[in-house]
């Protein structure tokens, strides 16, 4: 009975985690679409469309109690408050290195992120580590090393993407409210500064949303970009052993390393193929050790 009834979750975990990866893999082929509004408007208009999306998930799901709940305590708030802080620095450096043409970097910053996670868990939550696994980390770390070496002028992208993500979903593991919830009350927090921002541009630069119909059914669609599959990771947390959801977390920084060769024609330097195959065969033995460890009760 055991052996056959764990298969049923994963299938619906699974699809919803792949889907969740692959949305966020393929985002920089959404990016183009938006490449002639500034990181900083843009971030401004991506917030201001996914508040009320998520307000309509939270509606459809009723998620009203959850929400009023957390809203009701001031410590979920003010960590909230951090996390949305950490978040709108990610997705600001993230856009901003897409658009201008760091799509490796960006690429490698997720590579690191579930590395980071390792170590925060480790260092701030007690966890424990296996030899395979610290080996993988000391790997990764030469990887990074390699990278500092010969490109110290894009190696900050990387590692603010990896810590600003691990740092957030460090709060995000230890807050009791869920991921749509979560994003609803961070994105209400930091409506008031994306409408400044947005108000900001519009005054100085004029309004991207006020370019064309195209331009601005894109910037909207940014709201979906986000809200959709952070909704479907929710659901794929939930249903998988979270060492699974570990391994297909690698699936979206490969996505972004394949469209960088293919479609963003970036060039690839020595230094960062080095740094790749360290943070691959990095990713490879954490993997490899985590099924390991996952097999070992079943074959007992």
């Known amino acids: 009975m055991n052996a056959s009834a764990p298969p049923q979750t994963d299938r619906t975990g699974l699809a919803a985690a792949f889907s969740a990866y692959v949305i966020w893999g393929f985002l920089p082929l959404y990016l183009i679409l938006v490449r002639s509004v500034p990181a900083f408007e843009f971030v401004g208009w991506r917030i201001i469309w996914t508040l009320p999306l998520c307000l309509l998930i939270v509606l459809a799901r009723r998620q009203g109690p959850d929400l009023r709940a957390a809203l009701a305590n001031r410590r979920t708030l003010g960590l909230l408050a951090l996390s949305a802080t950490l978040i709108a620095v990610n997705w600001v450096v993230y856009v901003w290195a897409i658009q201008n043409g760091q799509v490796y970097a960006a690429s490698l910053g997720y590579y690191i992120n579930p590395l980071v996670n390792v170590l925060l868990g480790t260092v701030l939550l007690g966890e424990k ?27 900050w992208i990387s590692l603010t ?11 995000r593991k230890q807050l009791d409210v869920g991921s749509v919830p979560g994003l609803t009350i961070e994105s209400a927090l930091l409506l008031l500064p994306s409408l400044a921002v947005a108000w900001y541009y519009a005054q100085t630069q004029g309004s991207s949303f006020a370019v064309s119909t195209e ?7 940014g709201g979906v970009v986000t ?24 699936l979206a920084p490969s996505i972004v390393f394949v469209l960088g060769l293919t479609v963003f024609g970036e060039e690839l330097k020595p230094v960062q193929a080095a740094c790749f195959a360290c943070i691959w065969a990095a990713a490879a033995i954490f993997v490899w050790d985590l099924v390991a460890r996952t097999r070992k009760p079943a074959a007992s």
Not at 133 to 149: E, F, N, P, T, Y
Not at 162 to 171: D, M, P, Q, R, T
Not at 215 to 221: K, V
């Open 161 to 171: 993407l990896a810590l600003s993500f691990g740092s957030y979903g460090l709060i």
């Open 227 to 250: 809200a959709f599959p952070l909704l479907l990771f929710a659901i794929a947390a939930r249903k998988l052993p979270y060492s699974m959801l570990g391994f297909i977390q690698f």
């Open 129 to 155: 580590l296996s030899r395979p696994q610290w080996a993988a980390v000391g790997l990764a770390g030469i990887g990074v090393s390699l990278l500092a070496a010969g490109a110290l002028t894009t190696l």
């Open 215 to 221: 331009l601005r059914l894109a910037i909207m669609a």
